[in-house]
């Protein structure tokens, strides 16, 4: 980590998952950077400090750094960090200090952006605010940098829209909507929100927010991206494109990014990512049936290999002489591919030997996923399911006269849960595309000729055993830090 020594590191999105374990790598492997400025979402100073030792030091995350600094550890945030309070939504990242940045413009050589709402199902204003605006907001800050190395920006392998054969790692295009009628265009999505935001002027918060959700939805729906979330990450790919100018930049793209791999220690993870609202429904008994292609490409990427790439990243651009936006896909699928048959039999073995505990006490006891290999064969099924289950409670009620209302909010919520992730993940259960990797075998090729220990920068996901990695790793990490 010799690379990073007396440099002065910009990381926008610290308190994110993945923006924790980049700091505490830093910290852990490269105490003599010279500054790490870190921006927080907060109104103040007295703010940003509460949140980042809440949100960030007292975590579990900084365990290895706590018993290698011990009482000193303070000290050496306090000597590298520089918490910048401020919102990358905002112009200028809400950045009020003055006298700060101007120091940061002169000082910062190496920005990282690792803001990112992946709410799937975020209102289109929030989601558009930090995915979208929010770049331009970064782009406008680097373009000020007198130093400036090199700026990296993570994004995420799914702002492709293609579903099938190899996503390429080439720079996201203005896309066509479904039916060919139209180019999704930045601005006029920011006027739509505007607009529909004025709509709903002195209406209730959450009918705001339902019609903000829904219309993220319906937008994503028209230009063929599959949620809200990859719709605005697309379009700050699209910001960056039309106005990075000269700007030494760089963009990861990671896949569905789980818990750490071995740094600082295997499991750790925070708040219940992609696959893991399966994985906790399906221990809970409650995933019983589900659609999806048996064979479908599930890529994964631990967390830690994210953050030690955009690390590799950083060091292999001196070596590089490209003007262009080099893209590095972040996955599995090219060298240690998964298929989601496989995924499910280790949560199946997982939970079978080791099951989940209800309320009661009682081990929970799960089955064999049924699956259903279409769309249309599990509505069929869902739906007549739901109203045979609802005339058979009808009649025991007219039978019986008992009140069955606790039961009928249980099968409710249930069939409302499941329904949800279906419509949340759908285009995730058929995907059948790989991620073209080359530019990252580039950077493992750059490693292994400059001598870098693989130890410190462990960037291969073909040294992963994933039925290990669930077994002993992933899913205990999950119950552990999550599910307590």
């Given amino acids: 980590m ?12 610290a308190i994110a ?19 790490l400025y870190l921006l927080l979402r907060s109104v103040d100073e007295i703010t940003a400090t509460k949140r980042f030792y809440d949100e960030v030091v007292e975590k579990e995350l900084f365990r290895v750094l706590k018993e290698k600094w011990g009482e000193n550890l303070n000290t050496l945030i306090l000597e590298k960090i520089c918490l910048v309070p401020g919102d990358i939504s905002c112009p200028n990242m809400g950045l009020k200090d003055s006298k700060l940045l101007e120091e940061m413009k002169n000082e910062v050589e190496i920005i990282v952006n690792l803001a990112a709402n992946t709410n ?38 799914f702002v492709s829209n293609e579903r099938e054969g190899l996503i390429l790692e080439t720079p996201c295009k203005l896309e066509e909507s479904v039916d060919g009628t139209s180019k999704l265009d930045v601005e006029i999505e920011g006027k739509i929100i505007e607009e529909t935001l004025k709509e709903f002027t002195n209406r209730e918060e959450i009918i705001t927010t339902l019609a903000m959700k829904h219309l993220g939805q319906k937008r994503a729906k028209i230009y063929g991206y599959p949620n809200t979330y990859a719709l605005t990450k697309a379009m700050g790919e699209m910001v960056i494109n039309d106005q990075k100018g000269n700007l030494p930049l760089v963009i990861v793209r990671p896949t569905i990014v789980t818990s750490t791999y071995k740094e600082p220690f295997p499991g750790w993870i925070e708040g219940l990512r992609t696959i893991d609202g399966f994985i906790v429904g399906y221990g809970k008994g409650k995933l019983t049936r589900f659609p ?12 830690d290999m994210v953050i030690n790439s955009i690390m590799m990243v950083i060091v292999a651009h001196k070596f590089q002489e490209s003007s262009e936006t080099i893209i590095y896909h972040i996955g599995s699928s090219m060298r240690n591919c998964m298929r989601r048959i496989d995924f499910h039999r280790y949560i199946f073995q997982y939970f079978n030997e080791k099951p989940w505990i ?11 996923l049924t699956f259903f290999h279409n769309m249309a064969s599990f509505n069929r099924y869902m739906t007549t399911h739901h109203l045979v289950f609802l005339k058979g409670l009808e009649f025991v009620n007219k039978a019986f006269c008992y009140a069955f209302q606790d039961m009928y909010d249980k099968f409710q919520r249930k069939f409302s849960w499941v329904m949800r992730q279906v419509e949340l993940y759908e285009s995730f259960l058929f995907f059948t595309a790989k991620f073209d ?12 000729d400059n001598g870098i220990n693989p130890n410190t920068l462990l960037l ?8 290990d990695y669930f077994h002993n790793i992933h899913i205990p990490g999950l119950i552990k830090h999550v599910i307590k």
Avoid at 358 to 367: L, Q, R, S, T
Avoid at 460 to 467: A, F, L, M, R, S
């Fill in 2 to 13: 010799d690379f990073l020594e007396n440099k002065s590191i910009f990381v926008i999105g």
């Fill in 17 to 35: 998952f993945l923006g924790k374990i980049m700091v505490e790598k830093i910290l852990r492997t490269q105490p003599n950077v010279k500054k």
């Fill in 120 to 157: 799937f199902d975020e209102r289109y204003d929030i989601a558009f605010g930090t995915n979208t605006l929010g770049v331009k907001h970064v782009i406008n800050f680097a373009k000020q940098c007198s130093k400036l190395e090199i700026i990296v920006h993570v994004s995420t392998g």
């Fill in 292 to 303: 999806c292609d048996i064979n479908s490409v599930l890529d994964l990427i631990p967390a």
């Fill in 358 to 368: 209800n309320e009661d006490g009682n081990a929970i006891k799960i089955k064999n």
């Fill in 437 to 448: 990797d080359t530019n990252l075998e580039k950077l493992r090729i750059i490693a292994r």
């Fill in 460 to 467: 291969d996901p073909k040294d992963i055993n994933w039925e």
